[in-house]
Protein backbone atom coordinates (compact mmCIF):
# COMPACT_ATOMS: atom_id res chain seq x y z
CA UNK A 1 0.00 0.00 0.00
CA UNK A 2 1.00 3.40 -0.70
CA UNK A 3 -1.01 6.66 -0.27
CA UNK A 4 -0.73 10.44 -0.21
CA UNK A 5 -2.17 10.73 4.31
CA UNK A 6 -1.16 8.58 6.89
CA UNK A 7 -3.75 5.01 6.15
CA UNK A 8 -3.88 1.92 8.31
CA UNK A 9 -3.74 -1.05 6.39
CA UNK A 10 -5.71 -3.04 7.99
CA UNK A 11 -8.59 -3.70 5.86
CA UNK A 12 -6.39 -4.82 2.91
CA UNK A 13 -4.01 -7.08 5.58
CA UNK A 14 -7.35 -8.55 7.19
CA UNK A 15 -7.46 -10.00 3.69
CA UNK A 16 -3.87 -11.03 3.13
CA UNK A 17 -3.30 -12.80 6.20
CA UNK A 18 -6.48 -15.10 5.41
CA UNK A 19 -4.35 -16.36 2.55
CA UNK A 20 -1.59 -17.18 4.46
CA UNK A 21 -2.65 -20.57 5.76
CA UNK A 22 -6.47 -20.26 5.35
CA UNK A 23 -8.05 -19.55 2.17
CA UNK A 24 -4.49 -19.89 0.55
CA UNK A 25 -1.40 -22.43 1.64
CA UNK A 26 1.12 -19.44 1.60
CA UNK A 27 1.95 -20.77 5.53
CA UNK A 28 5.90 -20.96 5.68
CA UNK A 29 6.11 -17.51 7.42
CA UNK A 30 4.66 -13.92 6.96
CA UNK A 31 5.85 -10.06 7.09
CA UNK A 32 4.78 -6.56 7.26
CA UNK A 33 6.62 -3.47 7.31
CA UNK A 34 5.29 -0.11 7.80
CA UNK A 35 7.50 2.93 7.48
CA UNK A 36 7.54 6.00 9.47
CA UNK A 37 9.12 8.53 7.36
CA UNK A 38 12.91 6.95 6.16
CA UNK A 39 12.59 4.26 8.55
CA UNK A 40 10.79 0.63 8.43
CA UNK A 41 9.33 -1.42 11.29
CA UNK A 42 8.71 -5.23 10.48
CA UNK A 43 6.46 -7.82 11.88
CA UNK A 44 7.70 -11.30 11.20
CA UNK A 45 7.13 -14.74 11.79
CA UNK A 46 8.19 -17.90 10.32
CA UNK A 47 4.82 -19.29 10.89
CA UNK A 48 1.30 -18.91 9.37
CA UNK A 49 -0.25 -16.05 9.28
CA UNK A 50 -4.32 -16.61 9.65
CA UNK A 51 -4.15 -17.42 12.59
CA UNK A 52 -1.10 -15.79 14.10
CA UNK A 53 -1.86 -13.93 17.74
CA UNK A 54 0.59 -11.15 16.11
CA UNK A 55 -1.25 -10.54 12.97
CA UNK A 56 -4.51 -9.87 15.22
CA UNK A 57 -3.12 -7.86 16.97
CA UNK A 58 -1.64 -5.56 14.11
CA UNK A 59 -5.03 -5.99 12.78
CA UNK A 60 -6.56 -4.91 16.23
CA UNK A 61 -3.83 -1.81 16.67
CA UNK A 62 -3.49 -0.15 13.66
CA UNK A 63 -0.74 1.55 12.79
CA UNK A 64 -0.99 5.04 10.18
CA UNK A 65 1.59 4.94 7.81
CA UNK A 66 2.39 6.50 3.79
CA UNK A 67 4.20 3.05 2.56
CA UNK A 68 3.70 -0.63 4.03
CA UNK A 69 4.77 -3.85 2.77
CA UNK A 70 3.05 -7.24 3.46
CA UNK A 71 4.12 -10.40 2.14
CA UNK A 72 3.01 -14.15 2.68
CA UNK A 73 5.34 -16.89 2.11
CA UNK A 74 4.93 -20.37 0.65
CA UNK A 75 8.88 -21.61 0.54
CA UNK A 76 10.39 -22.92 -2.18
CA UNK A 77 14.20 -22.55 -1.74
CA UNK A 78 15.10 -22.05 2.05
CA UNK A 79 13.90 -23.52 5.35
CA UNK A 80 11.25 -22.12 6.87
CA UNK A 81 12.96 -19.56 9.33
CA UNK A 82 12.99 -15.92 10.74
CA UNK A 83 16.08 -15.17 8.45
CA UNK A 84 14.09 -16.27 5.00
CA UNK A 85 10.41 -14.50 6.09
CA UNK A 86 10.08 -11.63 3.72
CA UNK A 87 10.46 -8.34 3.37
CA UNK A 88 14.19 -8.27 3.58
CA UNK A 89 15.39 -4.67 4.72
CA UNK A 90 18.67 -2.78 4.07
CA UNK A 91 19.86 0.49 4.15
CA UNK A 92 20.70 2.57 1.39
CA UNK A 93 21.55 6.21 1.23
CA UNK A 94 20.11 7.24 4.80
CA UNK A 95 17.18 5.57 4.97
CA UNK A 96 15.22 1.88 4.66
CA UNK A 97 14.76 -0.20 1.50
CA UNK A 98 11.98 -2.71 2.07
CA UNK A 99 11.85 -5.76 -0.63
CA UNK A 100 9.39 -8.90 -0.92
CA UNK A 101 9.75 -11.15 -3.81
CA UNK A 102 7.03 -13.79 -5.36
CA UNK A 103 8.08 -16.47 -7.72
CA UNK A 104 12.10 -18.68 -7.67
CA UNK A 105 14.88 -17.29 -9.40
CA UNK A 106 16.36 -20.80 -10.10
CA UNK A 107 20.02 -18.88 -10.64
CA UNK A 108 20.24 -16.84 -8.21
CA UNK A 109 23.36 -17.99 -7.12
CA UNK A 110 24.88 -17.03 -10.02
CA UNK A 111 23.88 -13.38 -9.14
CA UNK A 112 27.86 -11.85 -8.11
CA UNK A 113 27.06 -9.65 -4.55
CA UNK A 114 28.37 -6.94 -2.93
CA UNK A 115 28.08 -4.62 0.24
CA UNK A 116 24.99 -6.59 0.69
CA UNK A 117 24.89 -10.16 2.05
CA UNK A 118 21.93 -12.44 2.81
CA UNK A 119 21.31 -13.74 6.19
CA UNK A 120 18.78 -16.85 5.37
CA UNK A 121 19.22 -19.01 1.84
CA UNK A 122 16.71 -18.13 -0.18
CA UNK A 123 16.84 -17.18 -3.97
CA UNK A 124 14.62 -14.02 -3.16
CA UNK A 125 17.22 -12.46 -0.49
CA UNK A 126 20.19 -12.86 -2.55
CA UNK A 127 18.67 -11.57 -5.56
CA UNK A 128 17.19 -8.44 -3.38
CA UNK A 129 20.95 -8.25 -1.93
CA UNK A 130 22.22 -8.43 -5.62
CA UNK A 131 19.48 -5.86 -6.84
CA UNK A 132 20.01 -3.20 -4.28
CA UNK A 133 24.26 -3.41 -5.01
CA UNK A 134 23.05 -2.80 -8.76
CA UNK A 135 21.57 0.72 -7.35
CA UNK A 136 23.66 1.75 -5.24
CA UNK A 137 26.67 0.95 -7.72
CA UNK A 138 25.11 2.44 -10.35
CA UNK A 139 25.05 6.23 -9.15
CA UNK A 140 27.94 8.25 -6.99
CA UNK A 141 25.24 10.24 -5.10
CA UNK A 142 21.63 9.81 -4.57
CA UNK A 143 20.02 9.97 -8.10
CA UNK A 144 16.92 11.80 -9.57
CA UNK A 145 13.76 10.10 -9.20
CA UNK A 146 13.02 9.14 -13.18
CA UNK A 147 17.26 8.11 -12.80
CA UNK A 148 16.49 6.20 -10.55
CA UNK A 149 13.33 4.62 -11.46
CA UNK A 150 14.76 3.20 -14.99
CA UNK A 151 17.80 1.74 -12.48
CA UNK A 152 15.06 -0.18 -10.93
CA UNK A 153 13.35 -1.32 -13.99
CA UNK A 154 16.62 -2.40 -15.69
CA UNK A 155 18.48 -4.17 -13.03
CA UNK A 156 14.90 -5.91 -12.02
CA UNK A 157 14.68 -6.99 -15.68
CA UNK A 158 17.81 -8.55 -15.90
CA UNK A 159 17.66 -10.48 -12.62
CA UNK A 160 14.27 -11.33 -13.93
CA UNK A 161 15.96 -13.63 -16.96
CA UNK A 162 17.13 -15.98 -14.47
CA UNK A 163 13.72 -17.01 -12.77
CA UNK A 164 10.19 -15.65 -11.98
CA UNK A 165 11.02 -12.55 -9.88
CA UNK A 166 7.57 -11.00 -8.77
CA UNK A 167 8.14 -8.08 -6.35
CA UNK A 168 7.66 -5.31 -4.54
CA UNK A 169 9.95 -2.75 -2.78
CA UNK A 170 9.68 0.90 -0.71
CA UNK A 171 12.26 3.01 -0.83
CA UNK A 172 11.06 5.04 1.96
CA UNK A 173 8.84 7.76 -0.76
CA UNK A 174 7.71 5.58 -3.36
CA UNK A 175 6.55 1.48 -3.98
CA UNK A 176 8.25 0.20 -6.97
CA UNK A 177 6.09 -3.29 -8.40
CA UNK A 178 7.65 -5.47 -10.95
CA UNK A 179 5.28 -8.32 -12.98
CA UNK A 180 6.80 -10.99 -13.76
CA UNK A 181 3.97 -13.60 -14.19
CA UNK A 182 1.11 -12.20 -11.89
CA UNK A 183 0.50 -8.61 -9.86
CA UNK A 184 -2.64 -6.46 -10.16
CA UNK A 185 -3.40 -2.57 -8.82
CA UNK A 186 -6.18 -0.51 -7.93
CA UNK A 187 -6.01 3.39 -6.80
CA UNK A 188 -8.62 4.26 -4.12
CA UNK A 189 -9.82 7.74 -4.55
CA UNK A 190 -12.74 10.05 -4.35
CA UNK A 191 -15.13 9.62 -5.27
CA UNK A 192 -15.38 6.55 -2.41
CA UNK A 193 -17.39 3.56 -2.06
CA UNK A 194 -17.96 0.46 -0.38
CA UNK A 195 -15.55 -2.02 -0.79
CA UNK A 196 -15.40 -6.09 0.24
CA UNK A 197 -12.89 -8.63 0.79
CA UNK A 198 -12.53 -11.31 -1.21
CA UNK A 199 -11.28 -13.58 1.40
CA UNK A 200 -12.87 -12.67 4.30
CA UNK A 201 -16.24 -11.04 5.57
CA UNK A 202 -15.41 -7.80 5.69
CA UNK A 203 -17.15 -4.52 4.14
CA UNK A 204 -15.73 -1.27 4.68
CA UNK A 205 -17.38 1.81 2.83
CA UNK A 206 -14.31 4.61 2.48
CA UNK A 207 -16.38 6.95 2.20
CA UNK A 208 -17.19 7.05 5.28
CA UNK A 209 -13.47 7.20 6.66
CA UNK A 210 -11.70 9.13 4.05
CA UNK A 211 -11.51 12.95 2.90
CA UNK A 212 -11.83 13.73 -1.24
CA UNK A 213 -8.45 14.60 -1.33
CA UNK A 214 -7.20 10.81 -0.18
CA UNK A 215 -5.67 8.71 -2.48
CA UNK A 216 -4.45 5.00 -2.17
CA UNK A 217 -2.67 2.59 -3.92
CA UNK A 218 -2.76 -0.82 -3.14
CA UNK A 219 -0.80 -3.78 -4.94
CA UNK A 220 -1.43 -7.58 -4.90
CA UNK A 221 -0.64 -10.63 -6.76
CA UNK A 222 -4.56 -11.28 -7.36
CA UNK A 223 -7.23 -8.87 -6.31
CA UNK A 224 -7.65 -8.67 -2.49
CA UNK A 225 -11.58 -7.39 -2.87
CA UNK A 226 -14.31 -8.72 -4.96
CA UNK A 227 -16.51 -5.72 -6.16
CA UNK A 228 -13.63 -3.21 -6.95
CA UNK A 229 -11.79 -2.86 -10.90
CA UNK A 230 -8.13 -4.17 -10.52
CA UNK A 231 -5.80 -3.13 -13.01
CA UNK A 232 -3.73 -6.52 -13.91
CA UNK A 233 -0.05 -6.25 -14.89
CA UNK A 234 1.74 -6.82 -17.82
CA UNK A 235 4.71 -9.63 -17.41
CA UNK A 236 7.89 -7.69 -18.02
CA UNK A 237 6.63 -4.46 -16.83
CA UNK A 238 7.63 -1.89 -13.42
CA UNK A 239 5.08 0.10 -12.07
CA UNK A 240 5.95 2.82 -9.87
CA UNK A 241 3.77 4.74 -7.30
CA UNK A 242 4.24 8.01 -5.23
CA UNK A 243 1.42 9.95 -3.07
CA UNK A 244 -1.30 7.73 -4.11
CA UNK A 245 -0.54 7.94 -8.29
CA UNK A 246 0.74 5.57 -10.83
CA UNK A 247 3.65 8.08 -11.52
CA UNK A 248 5.32 5.41 -14.17
CA UNK A 249 5.25 2.11 -16.04
CA UNK A 250 8.76 1.08 -17.46
CA UNK A 251 9.75 -1.77 -19.62
CA UNK A 252 11.56 -4.66 -17.01
CA UNK A 253 11.79 -7.30 -19.26
Known amino acids: MECNVPTDIVF ?24 DGPSARAFLEPTACHDSPLARFLADN ?11 RKKTRGKQSLANTHPFIRELWGKHWVFAHNG ?3 SAKTLKLGKYQPIGDTDSE ?14 RDPPKPRELWEAVAD ?19 HLYARCATKLCYL ?19 FSAVTTP ?22 PGNLWVFDQGTLKATLPSA
Request: charged share 25%.
Open 213 to 234: KDRVAVVSTVPLTTNEEWTQGE
Open 12 to 35: SFSGLRRRGGGTADHADGWGLALY
Open 187 to 205: IRKAPFGEARLQDDDVTID
Open 104 to 106: TVK
Open 62 to 72: PIKTLLAIGHI
Open 155 to 173: IGGRIGRKGTFNFLMGDGR
Open 126 to 139: RAYCHLLEGIRASF
